[in-house]
């Protein structure tokens, strides 16, 4: 079992839809982080948060939005998305942002039509 | 900016066998981490073994162990008696401990397990 969950596993929604992605991990680590992964590549980086505020920010496009309620949660908020952001988006979190091994959830599989 | 490179993007290995992946990084830190992670078909990033670059000894854990050479900048993985479960994509990654808190990973090598 994955000690960093995400929901919801699959997301399909159409491009002028809004919708939201969850993180929550009770490990009590302090940092956060969105990564978006195409098809047999590695994750690229998208959102750090450390000590629940955001501290890399990726040059992602503002379309998504992450959001940090409490030490525990993230959340990543999709408006207007393309069909080019279909991938999966991978939360992960560490003790510290750094020198720790990040831990990940499953995954939520987000498709664009 | 750091770099890490994984040669190999396939490999395969007859169960019960070893098998070594490669993984080469640049840096110009004297202090940093290497992990090695694991990504099954199910999907989740399952981390395998991690190395401090302070430390001489390479890294163990049961079948998985490392051959870390800090002047080659250089990361392998061995996996030792190698089972049907441990087919999956690996992933070589870098952190430097003092920095921008970012995990640069390499391209990954798909290891099959052939029964």
């Known amino acids: 079992d994955t000690e960093v969950t995400q929901t919801p596993k699959h997301l399909v929604m159409g491009m002028t839809n809004k919708k939201s992605l969850k993180c929550e991990q009770h490990m009590g680590h302090r940092a956060m982080y969105w990564y978006k992964q195409k098809a047999k590549k590695p994750p690229e980086l998208m959102f750090v948060?450390?000590?629940?505020?955001?501290?890399i920010n990726e040059s992602v496009p503002s379309r998504f939005s992450p959001e940090c309620p409490n030490s525990s949660l993230l959340n990543l908020h999709l408006h207007a998305l393309q069909p080019e952001d279909s991938a999966l988006y991978l939360c992960?979190?560490?003790?510290?942002?750094?020198?720790?091994?990040?831990?990940f959830g499953d995954g939520t599989r987000l498709s664009i039509l | 900016a750091q770099t890490v490179t994984q040669s190999q993007p396939e490999m395969s290995v007859q169960e019960a066998e070893t098998v070594t992946l490669s993984c080469t990084y640049d840096t110009s830190e004297s202090d940093y981490y290497l992990f090695w992670y694991k990504q099954p078909p199910s999907r989740q990033m399952i981390l395998v073994i991690r190395?401090?670059?302070?430390?001489?000894q390479n890294a163990t854990e049961n079948r998985f162990s490392v051959n870390f050479q800090k002047a080659a900048k250089s990361f392998s993985l061995k996996i030792s008696d190698s089972q049907l479960g441990d087919a999956a994509m690996y992933f070589c990654?870098?952190?430097?401990?003092?920095?921008?808190?970012?995990?640069?990973f390499g391209t990954g090598t798909r290891l099959t397990i052939i029964p």
């Open positions: 190395q401090e670059a302070y430390k001489q």
């Open positions: 948060y450390s000590y629940e505020k955001l501290s």
């Open positions: 990654a870098y952190i430097a401990s003092l920095g921008d808190e970012k995990l640069t």
């Open positions: 992960a979190s560490s003790q510290s942002p750094v020198n720790q091994p990040q831990h």
